[in-house]
């Protein structure tokens, strides 16, 4: 499954406790809040292949993708956050990957025109728990700018490929010379099928999901 991007801005979260005499004493962690992306494009092409293990059949694939769409300045206003907490400077953008051994070339983020190699793990596992991870520019001086991003990404897998429909709107446009598709999950594609293999195309909006576009902590 790939599951991304998101985009993550720690702050520092304040509290109040009493030690062991009932001093008061000021504790700051570190927290984090997660956007979505506006749009979320996903296109490319699996190429599949039938290996023999013992007296089964298995099908593995390369697929080479390109991710693409847009997001916006991260808004904290709905959750009263004051704005010296929060730490801009620290924002990046994760992708989640299962299996990161399938990752077959360096993935490299076009953000705003500027280029970011992705690195393995993540700061935090409170949306994804494998993948990567890279730094990106957040203008504060830009509360209403929009930030457009792309990468391509080579992997292979075996069985299946998933998404996660996590843009406000997402699409995906896949091709494949594989004949005998199965299509599964929430949400089931147009797609043409014959002799030569198949092109599907999914489309999926915020209002059709269950989950927010933006959030702090985990997800759940």
Do not use: C, M
């Amino acid at each position: 499954a790939v599951n991304g991007p998101v985009l993550t801005v720690p702050y520092k979260k304040i509290y109040e406790s009493n030690n062991s005499d009932g001093v008061k004493k000021i504790n700051e962690v570190i927290a984090y809040a997660h956007f979505l992306p506006e749009s979320l494009l996903i296109a490319g092409e699996i190429f599949p292949e039938t290996r023999q293990r013992g007296i089964y059949e298995v099908v593995v694939y390369n697929t080479k993708l390109v991710v693409s769409g847009e997001f916006s300045f991260p808004d904290f206003s709905k959750w009263e956050i004051a704005n010296d907490l929060i730490l801009y400077d620290k924002a990046f953008v994760s992708l989640g990957i299962p299996d990161v051994r399938g990752i077959k070339e360096d993935i490299v983020l076009n953000w705003n025109e500027d280029n970011v190699s992705f690195q393995p793990g993540l700061p935090t596992q409170d949306v994804l728990v494998s993948g990567v991870n890279a730094n990106v520019l957040i203008d504060t001086k830009e509360a209403d700018g929009k930030y457009a991003y792309s990468f391509d990404l080579v992997l292979n897998g075996s069985s299946n490929l998933d998404f996660s429909p996590i843009g406000r709107v997402t699409e995906v446009k896949l091709a494949s010379a594989w004949t005998d598709p199965s299509f599964q999950g929430a949400f089931l594609p147009e797609h043409d099928l014959d002799d030569g293999g198949f092109k599907a195309e999914w489309k999926v909006l915020e209002i059709n999901r269950s989950f927010p576009q933006s959030f702090l902590g985990s997800i759940s």
